[in-house]
């Protein structure tokens, strides 16, 4: 008897404190809606069993980063790929050599992709965005006479659509 008593006691408690928590929640949207710093998207969505409105807010700035973002991607996919490495180094200049190395890279080759990775404690130099292993040692082999000790390497490459 004591039991059904005391869960009664938590089932009044429970609900009454779900309503308590629902009316704070409610407030906190009104007040976002009708606060002037924040972005608003509606977005309707028709589901095959319910439709409805979504609002989605947000700050200006993250409505920046997102279009920002979103054309970032729609240009450059990244994709599993090949590289030619050309130069790594580690040390005190090591930064410094690097850049030489890219410079001269590019007074060679200015239509090729170049990057500088830094990996600690190495710096490397990779060229190329090269969806196959063939068509890496392919230039690889075009410019072994400059650079005889570059390797292919696997990494994600960027493929401009």
Do not use: C, W
């Not at 979103?70 to 850049?99: C, M, W």
């Not at 710096?123 to 072994?144: H, S």
């Amino acid at each position: 008897m004591k039991s059904m008593k005391i869960l009664g006691y938590f089932f009044l408690f429970l609900t009454s404190s779900i309503g308590v928590f629902a009316q704070s929640e409610i407030d906190l949207f009104e007040q976002a809606l009708n606060s002037d710093s924040s972005v608003v998207l509606e977005e309707k969505i028709d589901l095959p069993v319910q439709k409805g409105k979504v609002l989605i807010e947000m700050s200006p700035d993250i409505q920046k980063l997102i279009e920002y973002r979103k054309h970032y991607t729609d240009s450059v996919n990244e994709v599993k790929g090949f590289r030619v490495q050309i130069f790594q180094a580690s040390g005190p200049n090591s930064r410094s050599f690097a850049l030489e190395e890219k410079v001269k890279f590019i007074r060679f080759y200015e239509n090729v992709n170049i990057y500088m990775i830094s990996e600690m404690p190495y710096f490397k130099i990779r060229v190329g965005d090269f969806r196959t292993r063939l068509q890496a040692l392919g230039f690889m082999d075009e410019i072994k006479s400059l650079y005889p000790n570059a390797f292919v390497v696997q990494d994600k490459i960027n493929i401009t659509l």
